[in-house]
């Protein structure tokens, strides 16, 4: 029994270790209510691209919402760097859509897209 | 995003992680390794480190490094062990610098040892005079090993014919005012002989002894809780803490 614990634990917890840290890709994925990231960016992209400008900036918050569900889940194994940076796009896209510009809210939104899809593996 | 508890938990993940792995890589004293080892040892931990507070990056791209240093340096451990041609070219050889009471220039110059150097590593063996060094042998982690000239040896028991008693290594049967009875069994002694040899030092009770050891011979050494020192000497030269 000592025997087997000598070598289960450690195999346990180097399991444990990689779970935390490579599971941000999982953990990304919707798992509750109002964490959909994903979907919110499409949804807002919709918005921007029709110009209904006060449904962009209310599920522009829903977003921001959904972020901050989901980085709480991610933030073990993700890159600080990456999750800042979502943080800023989530922002600015916020004053984009509230001055109604759609060239630089489509370029936020876009470049937030690649941030999302930069938390991998 | 918590960074104080991002940081906690890639803490006890480098934590464990540096622990196991050091584990794994064996039980080398710091006195044993080899220049390189020593550079290994560094560059694992910094990496563990990193690991730790470098949060720009993510932490399973560090705990792969941590990894793939470990397992290389298992990789030269082994090729170390089996292959004694590959262990001299990694590891290197020992090379004499004193033979015969000569010392050996040209083979200082490879090494870019400094005679100053070899001087001071006499020293610290508490050699003066170079007159006493037959062979001067510097290993592969950097330290001399001295053979002195047969004259200059220090006189053993054997030299002069002595019989000494036997001395092994002490067995413990009590630490920490706990009597440990597998080590009692193990000498071939009860508790009762341990309470009556107790009772023998005006000691009532195995909780009063801090250590008591048997050695081969039978000797028993006892140290209590008390001491009952009246005058301690204090080396410490200020009146503060030591």
């Given at each position: 029994?000592?025997?087997?614990?000598?070598?289960?634990?450690?195999?346990?917890?180097?399991?444990?270790?990689?779970?935390?840290?490579?599971?941000?890709?999982?953990?990304?994925?919707?798992?509750?209510?109002?964490?959909?990231?994903?979907?919110?960016?499409?949804?807002?992209?919709?918005?921007?691209?029709?110009?209904?400008?006060?449904?962009?900036?209310?599920?522009?918050?829903?977003?921001?919402?959904?972020?901050?569900?989901?980085?709480?889940?991610?933030?073990?194994?993700?890159?600080?760097?990456?999750?800042?940076?979502?943080?800023?796009?989530?922002?600015?896209?916020?004053?984009?859509?509230?001055?109604?510009?759609?060239?630089?809210?489509?370029?936020?939104?876009?470049?937030?897209?690649?941030?999302?899809?930069?938390?991998?593996? | 995003?918590?960074?104080?508890?991002?940081?906690?938990?890639?803490?006890?993940?480098?934590?464990?992680?540096?622990?196991?792995?050091?584990?794994?890589?064996?039980?080398?004293?710091?006195?044993?390794?080899t220049?390189?080892?020593?550079?290994?040892?560094?560059?694992?931990?910094?990496?563990?480190?990193?690991?730790?507070?470098?949060?720009?990056?993510?932490?399973?791209?560090?705990?792969?490094?941590?990894?793939?240093?470990?397992?290389?340096?298992?990789?030269?451990?082994?090729?170390?062990?089996?292959?004694?041609?590959?262990s001299k070219?990694?590891d290197g050889e020992p090379t004499i610098v004193?033979m015969?009471?000569?010392?050996m220039?040209?083979a200082?110059?490879?090494m870019?040892?400094?005679?100053?150097?070899?001087?001071?590593?006499?020293?610290?063996?508490?050699?003066?005079?170079?007159?006493?060094?037959?062979y001067a042998v510097l290993e592969t982690n950097g330290k001399l090993s001295v053979l002195?000239?047969?004259?200059?040896?220090?006189?053993?028991?054997?030299?002069?014919?002595?019989?000494?008693?036997?001395?092994?290594?002490?067995?413990?049967?009590?630490?920490?005012?706990?009597?440990?009875?597998?080590?009692?069994?193990?000498?071939?002694?009860?508790?009762?002989?341990?309470?009556?040899?107790?009772?023998?030092?005006?000691?009532?009770?195995?909780?009063?002894?801090?250590?008591?050891?048997?050695?081969?011979?039978?000797?028993?050494?006892?140290?209590?809780?008390?001491?009952?020192?009246?005058?301690?000497?204090?080396?410490?030269?200020?009146?503060?803490?030591?």
């Open positions: 029994m000592a025997k087997f614990l000598y070598y289960c634990i450690p195999m346990v917890m180097i399991i444990g270790f990689v779970l935390i840290m490579a599971s941000s890709p999982l953990l990304k994925q919707p798992m509750g209510k109002n964490d959909n990231v994903e979907k919110y960016i499409k949804i807002v992209n919709r918005n921007i691209i029709d110009e209904k400008w006060t449904d962009a900036a209310k599920n522009q918050k829903q977003l921001k919402s959904a972020w901050e569900k989901v980085v709480r889940r991610i933030q073990f194994g993700a890159e600080r760097d990456e999750m800042n940076d979502i943080n800023k796009n989530i922002a600015r896209l916020k004053g984009y859509i509230k001055a109604n510009d759609k060239a630089d809210a489509l370029a936020e939104l876009s470049e937030l897209k690649n941030h999302w899809y930069n938390i991998r593996f | 995003m918590n960074e104080t508890l991002v940081v906690m938990v890639r803490g006890i993940i480098g934590f464990f992680t540096l622990l196991l792995l050091t584990r794994i890589l064996g039980k080398q004293q710091i006195s044993q390794l220049f390189f080892d020593y550079i290994l040892g560094i560059t694992i931990g910094s990496i563990a480190a990193s690991l730790t507070t470098d949060l720009t990056t993510r932490a399973f791209p560090h705990w792969i490094g941590l990894i793939v240093w470990v397992i290389l340096g298992l990789l030269l451990q082994g090729i170390t062990l089996k292959w004694r041609r590959g070219f990694l004193i015969n009471g000569r010392i220039d040209k200082l110059k490879k870019r040892y400094r005679v100053a150097d070899l001087l001071e590593e006499l020293r610290e063996k508490g050699i003066f005079d170079l007159n006493e060094v037959e002195k000239k047969a004259a200059n040896q220090p006189i053993t028991p054997k030299d002069l014919n002595l019989s000494v008693p036997y001395k092994g290594i002490s067995t413990e049967l009590i630490y920490d005012g706990v009597v440990i009875d597998e080590n009692i069994k193990a000498v071939n002694r009860d508790r009762a002989w341990l309470e009556a040899e107790l009772k023998k030092r005006y000691i009532n009770h195995p909780s009063q002894v801090f250590l008591a050891l048997l050695d081969p011979n039978g000797q028993l050494f006892i140290d209590k809780y008390s001491d009952n020192q009246k005058n301690i000497i204090d080396i410490g030269d200020y009146p503060g803490p030591n």
